[in-house]
């Protein structure tokens, strides 16, 4: 008999969430099997931003078109480089941002925590009407047709590109991504099941809103009815572009080409592309699908032949590969989609160049050679990390030529490899004899001048089985990369493992056995960005110091620092800071996830200081921080995710509701 795979896997999750989470967000990725059964070893304000004013000077020699300002966008990175108008900002470090590290929040807490001095609200939550003709929300009457035009649920990845039609720095454009959806807790138990999926189904997805504030430090407030507000729904297509587009893997009943998609799903992270579009990385698509067979392909993606949890299959004949014509629905998600903000008409594309897998995200830095090098990490155990290369060089005043860079280029896995003894590498985290875990590494090709370069397939079989293609070239089984990102202004890219806790055997780049906390991976490449090797050390190990001898912060002193667990997503402030937001440290370490800071040099080089704390049950995503202003973003996803409609568990963002409300927050000083 099929049953749901949602109920048999309450109660079963391996440790580090809440059992919602797993069903609805990861398809219990964590109680399935191993999807990498392969013998490979275990392996935004603006730009210039991140980045002082030295910095910057020895990031333009090193790095040049990095940096470089696309004065022709219409756009800026609020918070990133690339942006507009930059060069004429003052550079102020984090003095902005000053703050006393808060206190570990017990997870239970039921509240958004933030250095004292500092306030924070809503600039948009779920629901929240996005045009002129949208229904106010009203929790006991979702449609699928109100919802549409509302905000969508459970927010995760959030950028602002500043909107240069507006003087000042008074206007952007909030990208966010909507990841998943928790039916329990959404709806009354008095709707019915398919109104119940339709209203979800438009929950999910993409959505542009302009934004507002009165002067850089004041706060952002979103704007009803905006000329560029758009909702990126489940009829909403998408330009596949790449090796894959064209290819028979990707073709069904309704685009028989194999050239449009409809719709993206499982939205995670993302990022800013130097010319001002939007990244959106494809996670848990498998979840959304039912397999036509047990092939090799679909278990290398934990795509079953079970119902799914969801059970769109049931309205939406794609929603399932048994269903004839419809055998590759599932192959034409998994990908990375850029998103056109300014351009509300405008076709999103999904870049197969870049690989199909469970994309966390991607980010993209312009090497001295003009090439566009997008990294993205594979978010399953024992999976790996890639980078792309681009065919085409960036122009620095051609924004339609830049918007193809992404479609045609080299892809590569990554390999690590470990400078101490093998036997140093116990399992423990206990710190090889030359005081680091580090080596170095290569860039493995899988596609390369258009080519495949893996045996035995072709580059379309390589964009679309990515996986299987980089079992058979052997990279580095790695602890669940999430975030994966460039610093521009040093080059160096910062890979987020956010756990592992079925390893056995540790490797210097994964060096503990039964990773609960996760550690952050610093890679410099030689000489350039698009160099075939690198050298890595970590950056950090995670968990909670004052328990746990593993745990390692650059040299810091541990009683320093603040305990923090699973990080997810990342970000850089103007001052060259790191930022990251952590997924799971209720479930590890016991505290409320929260938003950190680390300096990456100088004597404060790993000395992480949290700066907030979110909500029970909460997840911390999508931060964007400006030190140069005062004030700092984060998306809160999933509160209260283990309530019921009838026993909620979080009333975030306390309005008044009963409900809890996925919510973008902005944090800034109280007197402001
Ligand atoms: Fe959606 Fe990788 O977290
Ligand atoms: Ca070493
Ligand atoms: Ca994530
Ligand atoms: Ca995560």
């Not at 933030?114 to 809503?122: E, I, N, S």
């Not at 106010?136 to 039609?165: H, R």
């Not at 297509?237 to 894959?244: D, I, Q, R, S, V």
């Not at 001898?549 to 997810?568: A, E, H, L, N, Q």
Request: with cysteine.
């Amino acid at each position: 008999m099929n049953t749901p795979r949602f109920l048999p896997m309450l109660g079963h999750t391996s440790g580090k969430r809440s059992p919602v989470t797993c069903a609805l967000k990861c398809d219990n990725a964590c109680a399935g099997e191993v999807c990498n059964t392969s013998s490979n070893g275990y392996f935004r304000d603006i730009v210039n931003a991140q980045v002082s004013r030295r910095a910057a000077l020895g990031a333009a020699a090193v790095f040049g078109a990095a940096i470089t300002l696309d004065t022709t966008d219409a756009s800026a990175a609020v918070g990133k480089p690339g942006g507009h108008g930059s060069s004429r900002l003052p550079v102020t470090g984090d003095q902005r941002l000053r703050f006393s590290p808060i206190a570990p929040v017990e997870r239970t807490v039921d509240a958004v925590t933030v250095p004292q001095g500092y306030t924070w609200k809503p600039i948009i939550r779920w629901g929240d009407p996005l045009f002129a003709n949208s229904p106010a929300f009203d929790p006991e009457k979702q449609t699928p047709e109100s919802q549409a035009l509302q905000f969508g649920y459970n927010n995760d990845y959030t950028e602002i590109v500043m909107d240069c039609e507006v003087p000042g720095r008074r206007g952007g454009l909030m990208f966010v991504n909507h990841e998943y959806t928790n039916e329990a807790i959404m709806f009354p138990p008095t709707m019915d099941a398919a109104t119940q999926r339709a209203v979800s189904r438009n929950a999910h997805g993409l959505t542009v809103v302009e934004v507002r504030r009165d002067n850089p430090h004041s706060p952002w407030r979103y704007v009803k009815g905006a000329r560029r507000n758009r909702r990126f729904l489940l009829d909403t297509k998408y330009e596949l572009t790449g090796p894959a587009a064209g290819s028979p893997l990707v073709t069904t009943k309704d685009d028989p080409e194999g050239r449009w998609v409809l719709g993206t799903l499982a939205n995670c992270s993302g990022g800013l592309t130097p010319w001002g579009t939007l990244l959106s990385g494809e996670e848990n698509f498998n979840g959304y699908f039912q397999a036509k067979d047990d092939s090799k392909e679909n278990k290398r993606y934990g795509i079953t032949t079970e119902p799914t949890v969801r059970g769109w299959e049931k309205d939406l004949p794609r929603f399932s590969g048994k269903n004839a014509g419809y055998e590759n629905e599932v192959n034409r998600f998994g990908w990375i989609v850029e998103v056109d903000p300014f351009d509300p008409t405008s076709t999103p594309k999904k870049h197969t160049a870049l690989g199909r897998f469970k994309h966390e995200g991607a980010n993209v830095i312009i090497a001295a050679n003009g090439k566009a090098v997008a990294y993205s990490g594979d978010d399953e155990r024992f999976d790996y990390l890639y980078k792309f290369v681009s065919k085409g060089t960036y122009r620095p005043n051609d924004r339609a030529h830049n918007m193809t860079l992404l479609s045609e280029g080299d892809l590569y896995v990554a390999k690590f490899t470990g400078d101490s003894p093998a036997a140093e590498i116990d399992g423990t985290g206990k710190l090889p004899t030359d005081g680091s875990f580090d080596g170095t590494g290569v860039w493995l090709p899988l596609i390369k001048d258009g080519k495949s370069m893996v045996p035995g397939m072709t580059a379309d079989q390589v964009a679309v089985y990515t996986r299987l293609a980089a079992d058979l070239v052997g990279p580095t089984k790695m602890d669940r990369c999430e975030d994966v990102q460039p610093n521009l202004a040093t080059g160096k890219v910062y890979v987020v493992c956010t756990n592992n806790t079925k390893r056995t055997e540790a490797d210097e780049v994964n060096p503990r056995a039964k990773n609960r906390d996760g550690h952050i991976v610093e890679i410099t490449e030689t000489g350039h960005q698009t160099s075939e090797t690198f050298r890595w050390n970590l950056l950090l190990v995670a968990g909670d110091p004052a328990k746990d001898t593993s745990t390692y912060f650059s040299g810091f002193p541990k009683d320093r620092v603040s305990p923090i667990s699973c990080p997810d997503n990342i970000t850089f402030d103007q001052a060259g800071n790191l930022w990251i937001a952590t997924d799971g440290a209720p479930s590890t370490i016991g505290y409320a996830d929260g938003l950190f800071r680390v300096p990456l040099s100088g004597h404060g080089r790993g000395h992480v200081t949290q700066f907030l704390a979110v909500p029970n049950q909460a997840e911390t995503c999508g931060p964007i921080v400006s030190s140069l202003d005062g004030w700092v973003i984060v998306a809160v996803q999933h509160p209260g995710e283990d309530g019921k409609w009838t026993k909620q568990e979080s009333s975030f963002p306390y309005e008044g509701q009963k409900l809890p409300r996925p919510a973008v927050i902005q944090v800034t000083p109280a007197r402001r």
